[in-house]
């Protein structure tokens, strides 16, 4: 792969864009600036990889909009050595940004293909701390709680309960919280064991988070 002088200069463009739409965190400005994201576009095109856009990645879903990456990035309040469980891997490009600030990031994916293909491309671009795993966000990874960050990047229509649980207290979660269609961007701080306060963010529209993994059918 390679991060040529146009790819550069049309990163920098997009960076004074976000900070032009609001973005204050340099941490998150700056982990975007030096992580190419066309390395997560097959390379025919590449060319769209540096527009405010989300793309298609396959299996019907996207890989979000580079100022909603920041945006929900920012709200995350990311530091090195944080534990961060993300649910939604897709392309992997948000994984590796949080790694990319020096988190630790633990990513869940129901669709087998993008699981695949991210556990495999991720550690090629140089994002060594972050863990792949195939299955169903809504559950998280007990096995691995507690986590001090978790970000939802897919429409959730409540907040599951078993993620608070995996929240450390004083953690935050943030997630887009409502329909299909309209969903306001949320941030969870749990307060105590069993508490946690809310505040809202702004309208977003995400893919859904939906139950279980692509290949639970039932009872078989
Ligand atoms: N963070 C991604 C974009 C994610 S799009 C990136 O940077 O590219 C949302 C992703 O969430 C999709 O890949 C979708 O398959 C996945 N998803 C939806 N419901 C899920 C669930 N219950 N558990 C895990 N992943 C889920």
């Known amino acids: 792969m390679i991060d040529s002088f146009k790819h550069k200069g049309l990163r920098k463009q997009l960076i004074d864009l976000l900070r032009h739409k609001g973005i204050r965190d340099e941490r998150v400005l700056q982990a975007m600036e030096s992580l190419p994201r066309?390395?997560?576009f097959d390379s025919s095109f590449h060319s769209f990889a540096y527009d405010d856009k989300p793309f298609p990645i396959g299996a019907g879903q996207t890989i979000s909009?580079?100022?909603?990456?920041?945006?929900?990035?920012?709200?995350?309040?990311?530091?090195?050595?944080?534990?961060i469980l993300e649910i939604g891997?897709?392309?992997?490009?948000?994984?590796c940004i949080l790694a990319q600030m020096g988190a630790r990031v633990y990513s869940i994916e129901r669709i087998k293909s993008l699981y695949l293909k991210a556990k495999a491309f991720v550690p090629t671009v140089g994002c060594t701390h972050v863990k792949c795993f195939y299955g169903d966000g809504y559950k998280g990874l007990p096995a691995y709680a507690?986590?001090?960050?978790?970000?939802?990047?897919?429409a959730a229509p409540y907040i599951?309960?078993?993620?608070i649980q995996q929240l450390t207290v004083g953690g935050i979660l943030v997630v887009p919280l409502g329909s299909a269609d309209v969903q306001v961007m949320t941030r969870v701080t749990k307060t105590q064991e069993g508490a946690?306060?809310?505040e809202d963010h702004g309208y977003f529209r995400f893919v859904p988070l939906l139950e279980n993994k692509e290949d639970d059918h039932g009872n078989h």
């Open 89 to 95: 891997t897709g392309s992997g490009y948000q994984a």
């Open 38 to 40: 066309h390395y997560f």
């Open 160 to 163: 599951p309960d078993a993620l």
């Open 146 to 154: 507690p986590f001090s960050k978790i970000l939802i990047t897919a």
């Open 196 to 198: 946690y306060r809310t």
């Open 65 to 83: 909009q580079p100022y909603t990456v920041a945006f929900q990035t920012e709200l995350l309040d990311v530091n090195k050595g944080d534990k």
